[in-house]
């Protein structure tokens, strides 16, 4: 996420960036659990579409990425980039796609949890219209400034915002996503102000600050890292202090997730999801997201419904006490 200070011909920008049955007692139940045996048996037999969100280049696309090159299920996986509307239109493509297993989207927090919150009316329901497949990663936002921006810290920054009030702007790859959401929970909880700029994505906002990973580039000194959104310290970032260090209870991750329509065989989900564990696990992969600031964090069907309930809830906290709207 960007803030961008315009005074005179000066430009100081600094941000928050990303551095997801009944049982039928009868001959007529089982030869349901047949055939969806026999589904799960035949799948795939066609190439499978995988929506992203966003536009190319960001974190989403190069999960997407990563999964339809290391895949091993038989038949290719084609990505189909469908950003906008703060990833609901790709999001609402996959949410009226049939439920055979071959249209999948790659979601995130902010298409699966945030949105339906932000937004007066959500063309889809995040959760009655879709499968879980699998958690695929996470990570912290960080807030990062830019090098001509005179603070160091999560206290000088705010004292900065209070003595130049309405005077920042920051950027964000889209309206919902969770740097969005990161912005306005730092204005909650410390009563400043600052305007939000959506971007189409990440690597729109990339020649002004940062790119798909704010971290590489604050390791390398372009920008400076001044806190992330975790609880608590990351492993990849362990000398960055928390926000939460200098106003507790303040967190925000991003995290992304592989969902299907509704009603998508369980034989062919479980099938899915073993294959989202056994990529994301590859050495290769592991050492490829590492490299973005990710940290692979996969689960069952299950675990991905539960801990998406929750994020609905925290977020939508978030949003009423913030007043944040899809602008």
């Known amino acids: 996420m960007q803030f961008s200070k315009h005074l005179g011909k000066s430009t100081r920008r600094f941000g928050l960036s990303l551095i997801g049955a009944v049982s039928l007692a009868s001959t007529m139940g089982f030869g349901l659990l047949a055939s969806s045996s026999a589904m799960a048996q035949a799948y795939p037999n066609k190439p499978i579409r995988l929506v992203v969100t966003f536009p190319t280049g ?34 609402d493509v996959v949410a009226k796609a049939a439920g055979d297993g071959y249209t999948l989207v790659m979601g995130t927090v902010g298409t699966h949890s945030i949105n339906g919150a932000l937004y007066a ?10 499968t879980p497949i699998s958690l695929i990663a996470s990570a912290p936002n960080l807030l990062v400034v830019n090098n001509d921006l005179p603070v160091k810290t999560v206290q000088e920054l705010i004292a900065y915002m209070k003595a130049n009030p309405n005077k920042l702007s920051y950027a964000s790859p889209g309206i919902g996503t969770s740097v969005h959401m990161s912005g306005e929970l730092f204005k909650s909880m410390t009563g400043t102000s600052m305007t939000h700029v959506p971007y189409k994505g990440r690597q729109f906002y990339v020649p002004d600050l940062l790119g798909p990973s704010a971290l590489p580039l604050a390791k390398e000194g372009k920008i400076r890292a001044i806190a992330q959104t975790t609880a608590k310290r ?94």
């Open 121 to 130: 009316k959500m063309p889809y329901d995040m959760v009655k219209d879709f």
């Open 58 to 91: 960001g974190a989403p696309d190069i999960l997407a990425r990563l999964f339809s090159e290391k895949s091993q299920l038989g038949q290719p996986i084609v990505i189909d980039n469908k950003p906008g509307a703060g990833g609901n239109i790709g999001s």
């Open 234 to 327: 990351s492993a990849a970032a362990p000398d960055v202090p928390t926000v939460a260090e200098t106003l507790p209870g303040f967190e925000a991750i991003t995290w992304f997730a592989m969902f299907a329509p509704a009603n998508t065989p369980k034989p062919v989900i479980d099938r899915l999801n073993a294959e989202v564990l056994r990529v994301f696990k590859l050495p290769e992969v592991a050492e490829r997201i590492k490299t973005l600031g990710l940290e692979a964090v996969l689960s069952s069907p299950d675990e991905l419904a539960k801990y998406q309930a929750t994020e609905i809830v925290k977020w939508a906290k978030v949003v009423k006490d913030s007043g944040a709207k899809a602008e």
